[in-house]
Structures are given as structure tokens and as C-alpha cells.
T-cell receptor, first 116, second 116 residues
Framework: GAVVSQHPSRVICKSGTSVKIECRSLDFQATTMFWYRQFPKQSLMLMATSNEGSKATYEQGVEKDKFLINHASLTLSTLTVTSAHPEDSSFYIC????????????FGPGTRLTVL | AQSVTQLGSHVSVSEGALVLLRCNYSSSVPPYLFWYVQYPNQGLQLLLKYTSAATLVKGINGFEAEFKKSETSFHLTKPSAHMSDAAEYFCAVSAGTNFGNEKLTFGTGTRLTIIP
């Protein structure tokens, strides 16, 4: 199956700093990428949808100025958590899908963010 | 709008016994339905998906699920549980209508424990 990678797998940062998380599709062109957030022992909540070359579409309640998403190429999307605070600590998971709307979403392994 | 309900946040079965994880969905349009498995501190792995073809869908690791429109259900089963099946399982629905804008709505997950 298709492979999606995320980097870093774990990051610890100080409150007030910004953190960038990369999501890459390694063997297919991902026209659409999704960013999810997962709190401990809870389900995944969609944060935003990004299409290559377009601005991301954010879900209700997600601050677009705090969670900056860039999808500049067909294999890379980035999520930047700006001015991170302890409440932003979470497991962030990306997924990627190819050109057809019937294509399966392939998920990355996730990034554990801890803000001190 | 679409939603997913997973009955039972925790399910325990003995090794070799039948696994049954329940999922009911709600969707205003014909849905795509998915089951994903998540191992600790990892991303999601697709087990199987229903995309309006055969109602009985076979997936990886011996799992299968049956789409029942009349019951709005998509329960996941495996005839004989293995210790390696212990994980968190998520049911998800996708019912978008726009190319490149489909998103998954996840259930709250079911933690499967296998008793030796």
C-alpha cells in the first residue's frame, strides 16, 4: 500500500515557540491531505483539509492563524503550530489521498507534540 | 452531515473466539465506510473499506465487515481472535460530494483486548 511519513515523530518545545510538522506521501501524488488531532484515548478530529496549491479549509473551531497549513507540492504538506501552549499538546496525524475522490486515505504514523 | 456510533468502548474476547465490533452510521447520501486499526503511538492502518460494491467486504488480517443499509450498520468481525489483534479500532464514514473535499468522520473507537 501507499506510504505516508511524518516528521518529526516526537517533539517537545517550550511554550510560545512554533513547531513545524511535515507530512509526505512517499510513493504517490497526494492532491489532498488532511490533518487530524487526537487527544489521549479519544478519536481523531479533523482539523483541516488541504488541496495542493490551494488554501486549506479549516473545520469549525480550529484557528487558522494558529495552525498554519501549507500544501505546496503533491508530496508535501506542513502543519505549523504557532506560539504553542500546553493545551496544544496532542497527537497530530496527517493523511493523504490521490487524485480520485474514491481513493483511500493513507495515514501517517503521527507526531506527538508536547508543549512545556 | 454524517456520523458514526461505535457501541462499546472496550471489548474483550478470548484468544480463538469470535471478534465482533459494532458500528452504526448516519449519512444523508450513500456512504463510504471504513475500519481502521491503531496500535499504541502509531497512526491508523486501513483494515477494509466499503465503496458501494459488494456488501460483504474482506480486509487484511482476516477481518471482514458487512454493509447493511436497512440497519445502517457496518460491523467488523473476525472468526478467531489472535493476540496480535489487540488494538484500538475506529469506524469511519465519508460522504462528501465534491472532488477533493471528502473527509472522514470517525467514531470514538473500540479498544479490543484479547484474553490468553
Amino acid at each position: 500500500g501507499a506510504v505516508v511519513s511524518q516528521h518529526p515523530s516526537r517533539v517537545i518545545c517550550k511554550s510560545g515557540t512554533s513547531v513545524k510538522i511535515e507530512c509526505r506521501s512517499l510513493d504517490f501524488q497526494a492532491t489532498t491531505m488532511f490533518w487530524y488531532r487526537q487527544f489521549p484515548k479519544q478519536s481523531l478530529m479533523l482539523m483541516a483539509t488541504s488541496n495542493e496549491g490551494s488554501k486549506a479549509t479549516y473545520e469549525q473551531g480550529v484557528e487558522k492563524d494558529k495552525f498554519l497549513i501549507n500544501h505546496a507540492s503533491l508530496t508535501l504538506s506542513t502543519l505549523t503550530v504557532t506560539s504553542a501552549h500546553p493545551e496544544d499538546s496532542s497527537f497530530y496525524i496527517c493523511s493523504a489521498r490521490g487524485r480520485s475522490f474514491t481513493d483511500t486515505q493513507y495515514f501517517g504514523p503521527g507526531t506527538r507534540l508536547t508543549v512545556l | 452531515a454524517q456520523s458514526v456510533t461505535q457501541l462499546g468502548s472496550h471489548v474483550s474476547v478470548s484468544e480463538g473466539a469470535l471478534v465482533l465490533l459494532r458500528c452504526n452510521y448516519s449519512s444523508s447520501v450513500p456512504p463510504y465506510l471504513f475500519w481502521y486499526v491503531q496500535y499504541p503511538n502509531q497512526g491508523l492502518q486501513l483494515l477494509l473499506k466499503y465503496t458501494s460494491a459488494a456488501t460483504l467486504v474482506k480486509g487484511i488480517n482476516g477481518f471482514e465487515a458487512e454493509f447493511k443499509k436497512s440497519e445502517t450498520s457496518f460491523h467488523l468481525t473476525k472468526p478467531s481472535a489472535h493476540m496480535s489483534d489487540a488494538a484500538e479500532y475506529f469506524c469511519a464514514v465519508s460522504a462528501g460530494t465534491n472532488f477533493g473535499n471528502e473527509k472522514l468522520t470517525f467514531g470514538t473507537g473500540t479498544r479490543l483486548t484479547i484474553i490468553p
